[in-house]
């Protein structure tokens, strides 16, 4: 709801000017303004200069339906998150982590790998130092852990991880409870924490389970006069309980939040009005408008993706194709100079054939003469068999190295025609490489919007839509199937919650728990049926007249 949130103001600047007077410069995340402003009765401090936070005063019960503008939703997430930084808002280890992967992915987008390297977010302040310090990790393994969930976030909008991170800590114990010193009748020292759904009376060392509540339904009256404070239920079989606190400023200032949750509380529970619901009517169309907006941009991204993809790809067979044919220019190449060598040894081999056979015919005319001629002693006679003999021997050594060598001679002319043939296979393939057709560019068309998706036109600086009764049918169809997935993903994430605090609990320092952290564990082992959430969430009584205050 857009009461819910006092100021659209981030932070302000201050520089006094005059006694009481002071020039506030205000910066927002659209604008930069300039005023003067006088302060009256405030206890302001004189170091110059000073710097005032602008609050929200008022919670709301369910941050995604009240929190109707986006620039109300950013400044309303910052304002949750410094709280639960600065442990204002008790946050288990476990959530913490969560928490701190959508503040991630709202400011830094989709993980991408490439960009996301380690160690990207060591200057980042995600968790609080409680949480840091109860465990013996380092700040590598909780970075480790924390990228582990933001990268499932992939495709969240900033504000839709906003909101998310808005949707867990809204169940926080501590979240949107203001809480106040009081004493009872007896002197007993209290703490009274006032919130959207009531009054609750805590113990001052347990802040996270109310030891009483009192919902805005059950109460009749409240007043104070000077320090003490009355509280008057509806069911007047129930004692008034009375308290006093430390000073009659602080009296008004639990009657102003009491007046305005009680008013909250009842409007919420009533029919918007006329201007509510013309805000959630924009509200709806701008968030249906930037989610056709980001649809489009995700299939111009696609599309995009598959181009690049596609010129990759043209790219590397064209490079392949460079290198087939320069491997079949080297074939070829070689194919050729091993034809030459071939050539070359076939021509030598054939020589030393022809010169074998020469030598084989003039040993054989040797031995037929030294046979004709007449030996006439008998030792002449056997020196010419021993002659006769090895010129035998000599004669068949050189028909067998003659036989030889013409058997190489063949051999190295049929690899001589092999290697023609290769070549000729070399020319061939080069040449089927070189007059293959070249591939023409792709152009992807972009696809036509389906005709369900209602239309827009952008002319110069103006916006017009055209929203049919079946497409506000269809959003609105749209939106109940989101919270049946939201009831779906919150089993699942309470599943991953309990996964990583299982994980993590061996690291765990037991000497460095706090008071919360054990008060926290207890509650988790009882099942939560102490919480301020289980007191509050009754059925309202029937025919009950609304309360004055």
Same mark, same amino acid.
């Given at each position: 709801?857009?009461?819910?949130?006092?100021?659209?103001?981030?932070?302000?600047?201050?520089?006094?000017?005059?006694?009481?007077?002071?020039?506030?410069?205000?910066?927002?995340?659209?604008?930069?303004?300039?005023?003067?402003?006088?302060?009256?009765?405030?206890?302001?401090?004189?170091?110059?200069?000073?710097?005032?936070?602008?609050?929200?005063?008022?919670?709301?019960?369910?941050?995604?339906?009240?929190?109707?503008?986006?620039?109300?939703?950013?400044?309303?997430? +910052?304002?949750?998150?410094?709280?639960?930084?600065?442990?204002?808002?008790?946050?288990?280890?476990?959530?913490?982590?969560?928490?701190?992967?959508?503040?991630? @992915?709202?400011?830094?987008?989709?993980?991408?790998?490439?960009?996301?390297?380690?160690?990207?977010?060591? @200057?980042?302040?995600?968790?609080?130092?409680?949480?840091?310090?109860?465990?013996?990790?380092?700040?590598?393994?909780?970075?480790?852990?924390?990228?582990?969930?933001?990268?499932?976030?992939?495709?969240?909008?900033?504000?839709?991880?906003?909101?998310?991170?808005?949707?867990?800590? @809204?169940?926080?114990?501590?979240?949107?409870?203001?809480?106040?010193?009081?004493?009872?009748?007896?002197?007993?020292?209290?703490?009274?924490?006032?919130?959207?759904?009531?009054?609750?009376?805590?113990?001052?060392?347990?802040?996270?389970?109310?030891?009483?509540?009192?919902?805005?339904?059950?109460?009749?009256?409240?007043?104070?006069?000077?320090?003490?404070?009355?509280?008057?239920?509806?069911?007047?079989?129930?004692?008034?309980?009375?308290?006093?606190?430390?000073?009659?400023?602080?009296?008004?200032?639990?009657?102003? +939040?009491?007046?305005?949750?009680?008013?909250?509380?009842?409007?919420?529970?009533?029919?918007?009005?006329?201007?509510?619901?013309?805000?959630?009517?924009?509200?709806?169309?701008?968030?249906?408008?930037?989610?056709?907006?980001?649809?489009?941009?995700?299939?111009?991204? @696609?599309?995009?993706?598959?181009?690049?993809?596609?010129?990759?790809?043209?790219?590397?067979?064209?490079?392949?194709?460079?290198?087939?044919?320069?491997?079949?220019?080297?074939?070829?190449?070689?194919?050729?100079?091993?034809?030459?060598?071939?050539?070359?040894?076939?021509?030598?081999?054939?020589?030393?054939?022809?010169?074998?056979?020469?030598?084989?015919?003039?040993?054989?005319?040797?031995?037929?003469?030294?046979?004709?001629?007449?030996?006439?002693?008998?030792?002449?006679?056997?020196?010419?068999?021993?002659?006769?003999?090895?010129?035998?021997?000599?004669?068949?050594?050189?028909?067998?190295?003659?036989?030889?060598?013409?058997?190489?001679?063949?051999?190295?002319?049929?690899?001589?025609?092999?290697?023609?043939?290769?070549?000729?296979?070399?020319?061939?393939?080069?040449?089927?490489?070189?007059?293959?057709?070249?591939?023409?560019?792709?152009?992807?068309?972009?696809?036509? +919007?389906?005709?369900?998706?209602?239309?827009?036109?952008?002319?110069?600086?103006?916006?017009?839509?055209?929203?049919?009764?079946?497409?506000?049918?269809?959003?609105?169809?749209?939106?109940?199937?989101?919270?049946?997935?939201?009831?779906?993903?919150?089993?699942?994430?309470?599943?991953?919650?309990?996964?990583?605090?299982?994980?993590?609990?061996?690291?765990?320092?037991?000497?460095?728990?706090?008071?919360?952290?054990?008060?926290?564990?207890?509650?988790?082992?009882?099942?939560?049926?102490?919480?301020?959430?289980?007191?509050?969430?009754?059925?309202?009584?029937?025919?009950?007249?609304?309360?004055?205050?």
């Amino acid at each position: 709801m857009a009461g819910a949130i006092a100021s659209r103001m981030s932070f302000s600047s201050l520089k006094r000017k005059q006694p009481k007077t002071f020039t506030v410069r205000i910066v927002t995340m659209d604008a930069e303004m300039e005023f003067n402003c006088e302060v009256l009765d405030h206890d302001v401090s004189k170091e110059e200069p000073v710097t005032f936070h602008f609050l929200a005063k008022f919670y709301p019960e369910n941050a995604e339906e009240e929190l109707v503008q986006e620039i109300t939703q950013h400044l309303f997430f +910052l304002q949750v998150k410094k709280q639960i930084l600065d442990e204002k808002i008790y946050c288990p280890p476990e959530a913490s982590v969560l928490l701190a992967s959508y503040a991630v @992915q709202a400011k830094y987008g989709d993980y991408d790998p490439s960009v996301h390297k380690r160690g990207f977010l060591a @200057q980042e302040e995600l968790l609080p130092k409680r949480v840091i310090n109860l465990y013996q990790m380092t700040p590598e393994m909780w970075e480790e852990r924390i990228t582990a969930w933001y990268a499932e976030h992939r495709g969240r909008a900033r504000d839709e991880a906003e909101m998310e991170y808005l949707k867990i800590a @809204q169940d926080l114990e501590m979240y949107g409870v203001n809480y106040f010193t009081i004493r009872n009748k007896k002197g007993t020292e209290l703490l009274l924490g006032v919130d959207a759904l009531g009054l609750h009376i805590y113990d001052p060392e347990n802040r996270l389970t109310p030891k009483i509540s009192f919902p805005w339904n059950e109460i009749r009256n409240i007043s104070y006069s000077d320090k003490e404070f009355t509280i008057k239920p509806l069911d007047k079989k129930i004692d008034v309980f009375k308290f006093n606190s430390s000073k009659l400023r602080v009296n008004k200032l639990i009657l102003q +939040l009491c007046i305005g949750n009680h008013d909250l509380f009842m409007r919420r529970r009533k029919a918007d009005s006329l201007e509510v619901q013309q805000m959630k009517a924009q509200a709806r169309e701008e968030k249906a408008r930037k989610q056709m907006e980001r649809q489009r941009l995700a299939r111009e991204k @696609q599309m995009r993706e598959e181009a690049e993809r596609t010129r990759d790809e043209l790219e590397r067979r064209l490079l392949q194709m460079k290198e087939e044919a320069t491997m079949a220019n080297e074939a070829l190449m070689r194919s050729e100079e091993t034809a030459d060598l071939l050539a070359e040894k076939a021509q030598i081999t054939e020589e030393e054939a022809k010169l074998l056979a020469q030598k084989a015919a003039e040993a054989e005319q040797e031995m037929q003469r030294i046979k004709a001629t007449a030996i006439r002693t008998e030792e002449e006679k056997r020196l010419m068999e021993q002659k006769v003999l090895e010129a035998e021997v000599l004669a068949l050594k050189m028909a067998e190295e003659s036989e030889r060598r013409a058997k190489e001679a063949d051999q190295l002319k049929q690899d001589l025609q092999e290697a023609r043939e290769a070549e000729r296979r070399a020319k061939q393939k080069l040449l089927e490489i070189t007059t293959k057709p070249t591939y023409p560019p792709m152009n992807p068309i972009p696809a036509p +919007l389906p005709p369900d998706i209602p239309s827009f036109n952008l002319i110069g600086d103006s916006l017009s839509f055209d929203f049919k009764d079946t497409d506000m049918k269809r959003l609105s169809m749209e939106i109940e199937k989101e919270k049946v997935e939201y009831m779906e993903k919150s089993k699942h994430l309470q599943e991953q919650l309990n996964e990583l605090k299982t994980e993590i609990e061996a690291l765990k320092l037991k000497e460095r728990e706090t008071a919360l952290d054990i008060l926290h564990n207890e509650n988790s082992d009882r099942g939560g049926t102490s919480s301020k959430h289980n007191t509050i969430k009754k059925p309202q009584a029937q025919g009950r007249r609304p309360i004055c205050i």
